[in-house]
């Protein structure tokens, strides 16, 4: 048996779990996700918990229990504590500028500025000039919006510009030298 996916998922107070026709609804203080999941797995509610059990030991039916029982896992955590990945810009005469809370306008070496707004559901901090915080309740939004704004310019390798994660390491290349 997965042994993710016969872990069980505890029901923290203020989050509801409800299971209706293969959809899993997860509601929370941070608002309410949906999760549509394969009939080859069975979701139920036992002792505040949620557990997810296969029909049987098929190579497939084994892939999905874990994948479904992270999902699910995934969207509690999200409607509680929620999501955040970090991104850092860095390059000389860089500046990133946040409009409200959804609009990023940022001058990385482009011959114009880059304008980014965030979808529903994603909301952008900016704790230091050129630090971006992506914020969401959903943790595959959060970073495939994180990934797109990585995506507008990547680092280049030689000077260490471009956006980047925070936690990322950043390998600098070692640029021609002179031989004698």
Same mark, same amino acid.
């Given at each position: ?6 872990? @069980?998922?505890?029901? #923290? ?14 509601? $929370? @203080?941070? $608002?309410?996700?949906? !999760?549509?999941?394969? =009939? ?6 036992? +002792? ?11 190579? +497939? ?57 965030? #979808?529903?559901?994603?909301?952008? %901090? !900016? #704790?230091? #000039? ?5 914020? $969401? ?6 970073? !495939?919006? %994180? ?6 310019? @990547? ?6 510009? $471009? ?12 640029? =021609?030298?002179?031989?004698?």
């Amino acid at each position: 048996m997965s042994r993710i996916g016969r872990a @069980p998922i505890a029901i #923290p107070a203020g989050v509801t779990v409800e299971i209706n026709d293969h959809v899993v609804t997860v509601t $929370g @203080p941070l $608002g309410m996700l949906q !999760q549509k999941v394969d =009939k080859s797995i069975d979701v139920a509610i036992e +002792d505040g918990h949620v557990l997810c059990k296969r029909h049987s030991d098929d190579k +497939d039916h084994r892939a999905l229990h874990g994948l479904y029982r992270a999902l699910i896992h995934n969207m509690v955590v999200g409607v509680t504590k929620g999501f955040e990945k970090s991104l850092i810009v860095a390059g000389v005469g860089y500046k990133v500028t946040l409009t409200g809370n959804d609009k990023l306008t940022m001058n990385i070496g482009f011959s114009h500025p880059v304008e980014f707004t965030a #979808p529903k559901g994603i909301t952008f %901090a !900016q #704790p230091a #000039p050129l630090e971006i915080v992506v914020k $969401g309740i959903d943790r595959q939004l959060v970073g !495939q919006v %994180a990934a797109s704004i990585k995506a507008i310019k @990547p680092v280049e390798p030689y000077h260490n510009y $471009g956006i980047h994660y925070k936690d990322e390491v950043v390998v600098k290349k070692v640029g =021609k030298r002179a031989t004698k």
